[in-house]
Every structure is written in structure tokens, then in C-alpha cells.
């Protein structure tokens, strides 16, 4: 009598136990020998970036930059914004109460001009996910992520840690006087998006600027009004290079011998894409200046990254700097 067949072993592609557990899917990889993340990264592992500048036609300054599969555009326009002052001396769309204010912000640079920056509005942020970004996007009012992202985006540029953008380069001065102010609107159009847009976007708003090529602005006293050479094209005056890395930080509860370790490990994953970041348990976010100085961190979500995965993360930052300056200033 034959003996009956075994029965099928149940089995499901990696896919399918990746969406069903993503945490266990993840923790299994790290888990491995050498661990390995789902991608196939190593943990410290960063995807190599590509940047081109001057990819728009219609913008003062452009940049494209790649990360893996996220991708984004970012593009630099400028308009001017003339001042008209309470004595009604100058024409504009705003009206400024004269006194010591303009003197006051052009003396005061400790702050490395975030004052007048932000005073005048002078920098506009955007950041919009494009239709088919990723799966998870939806078309409609801008999502709690993109206005977030384009929040923090905002406070680097305008931090005083930073010093990205110069005020002088912005002013339009006659007589030793503000007449008026070139206004920067920077918009950023994420592509595709596969985790960690915040560095990617950073990263393309420092060579979309690097790129920006405003026409010599003067102010006719004629006219009484601010005119502009096109045949003469100048640069902006920026600060030193600053960088962005992110990190993302994992408990896997490793045990060895049997026994639990005292405090569950601790993984950290850096440049981690879509499906990472929405499996780890806190996120940590270095932003490195020229010289390997620290500019700004930012941290959430837990407790598990202490000082000395602080030290890790700001390690790894000042290698990611030297690769983001590299791919920056070859396509400048």
C-alpha cells in the first residue's frame, strides 16, 4: 500500500512575509552573519548620489539629484522686492516704517544673517511630492510629511549655524541704502521617493544654489525704480558647504547564548530607504559644515541611540560630507 504524499510545505515569497511582519522581516536580516539590510546594503552603507545642475531652462538655478530610487528636482527663482518706506521716497509692495533698521541689519552679521532674512522673507521653501512619487502618496493638499520636511528644510537654511546665504548678496543698495532685495523662491519636486528625501532635497538646494545666476540689479534714481542687466550674471555669495546625513536607529533584541544581553542591541542604519524608515524605532539627523564641524542635530522618536551612537552617527556624517562636497562641486 502506498504511503500517502506529504503534504505541500506552505511558503510565501520574501515580498509577502516583508508586508506581513515588516519589524520581524527586518530584524531577521540585521539579525544574520554579517547583517545584512533587506536591499542588501550593510547598515553603514549609504546609496551613492548623482547630481546635474542647470537642468531648467526657466529657473535662475537648477538641480536634479538621485539617491538610490529617491529622486528629486529642485529649482531657484528670484524676484525682486522692492521697499517703500513710510516717507513715501520709494515705490513697492511693501511698506517699511523708515528708522535705523536697515543699518542695524547690515551691521549685525553675528547671527550670520538669519535676522534679515527672516525679517524681509526673503527665502521661500517648498517641497511638493509629485503624482507617483511612491504608493503611498496620495493626491490633495500637501501631506503632514511634506509640510514638515519642508519646515525643517526651511530652519537649515535659515539657521545661523548654518550661514548658507548671505543677506549682502540679496540686497539691492544705492547711497548706502536698501533700496531693495532680490527674493528667492526654492521649490523642491520630489520624483520618486524611496526613503530619506530630507538629505536628497538638501543636498539639491545646495547645488541648485551654488548654480543660481542673477542679472546685475541697480537702482535708477531716474526712475526711481530697480533695473536689471541681463547681459551681466552674478553668482550668489554663499557660506560654507553644509551637509546633511540621516539615520535610522533599531532595537533587534539579539541574544547570545541563550540568555537576553543587557539592553536589547542597538542598530544603526544609515541612509535608510522607505521601507526601513517606517520600521525603526528612532531617527537621527547630522548636519555636517566644511571642516567636519557640527552644524545642527536633530533626534526623535526614542531613547535607544545614546552618546556613543551619537558619536557613530557623527562618524559616518563627516564621511557622507565628503561624498556629498565631491558630487556637488564635479557638477558645478
Not at 133 to 149: E, I, L, M, N, V
Not at 222 to 244: A, I, N, R, W
Amino acid at each position: 500500500m502506498e504511503s500517502p504524499a506529504p503534504a505541500p510545505a506552505l511558503s510565501f515569497p520574501p515580498q509577502t512575509f516583508q508586508k506581513l511582519s515588516p519589524s520581524s522581516y527586518l530584524l531577521r536580516h540585521l539579525q544574520a552573519t554579517p547583517p545584512t539590510r533587506p536591499s542588501g546594503r550593510s547598515p553603514s552603507a549609504f546609496r551613492e548620489p548623482t547630481v546635474h545642475t542647470n537642468s531648467l531652462s526657466h529657473a535662475h538655478g537648477s538641480a536634479v539629484v538621485r539617491t538610490g530610487d529617491t529622486a528629486v528636482v529642485c529649482g531657484v527663482r528670484a524676484e525682486i522686492l522692492s521697499l517703500k518706506y513710510g516717507d513715501g521716497k520709494s515705490q513697492g509692495r511693501v511698506t517699511v516704517l523708515r528708522s535705523n533698521e536697515d543699518e542695524e541689519l547690515m551691521n549685525d552679521e553675528e547671527d550670520g544673517g538669519e535676522g534679515e532674512l527672516r525679517s524681509r522673507n526673503l527665502i521661500v521653501t517648498n517641497l511638493e511630492l509629485g503624482t507617483g512619487c511612491s504608493r503611498d502618496y496620495h493626491p490633495g493638499p500637501p501631506s503632514d510629511f511634506a509640510q514638515t520636511t519642508t519646515s525643517r528644510l526651511h530652519r537649515l537654511i535659515l539657521s545661523s549655524t548654518s550661514s548658507l546665504i548671505s543677506p549682502s548678496s540679496l540686497r539691492i543698495i544705492h547711497d548706502d541704502e536698501i533700496k531693495a532685495y532680490w527674493v528667492l523662491y526654492i521649490d523642491v519636486l520630489c520624483i520618486s521617493l524611496d526613503g530619506n528625501v530630507l538629505d536628497t532635497a538638501w543636498a539639491s538646494i545646495i547645488a541648485a544654489l551654488r548654480s543660481t545666476r542673477l542679472p546685475r540689479a541697480f537702482w535708477d534714481a531716474d526712475s526711481e525704480s530697480v533695473l536689471c542687466d541681463p547681459e551681466m550674471k552674478l553668482g550668489l555669495q554663499l557660506g560654507p558647504l553644509c551637509f546633511t546625513a540621516s539615520f535610522g536607529v533599531v532595537s533587534t533584541g539579539a541574544e547570545e547564548d541563550g540568555e537576553e544581553q543587557d539592553g536589547s542591541k542597538v542598530v544603526i542604519l544609515s541612509d535608510p530607504d522607505e521601507f526601513e524608515e517606517g520600521v525603526c524605532e528612532e531617527a537621527v539627523m547630522i548636519c555636517i559644515r566644511e571642516g567636519g564641524t557640527i552644524a545642527r542635530i536633530e533626534k526623535g522618536g526614542g531613547l535607544l541611540c545614546g552618546m556613543e551612537g551619537l558619536g557613530e552617527c557623527v562618524r559616518m556624517a563627516r564621511s557622507r560630507y565628503e561624498t556629498w562636497e565631491k558630487a556637488v562641486r564635479d557638477a558645478v
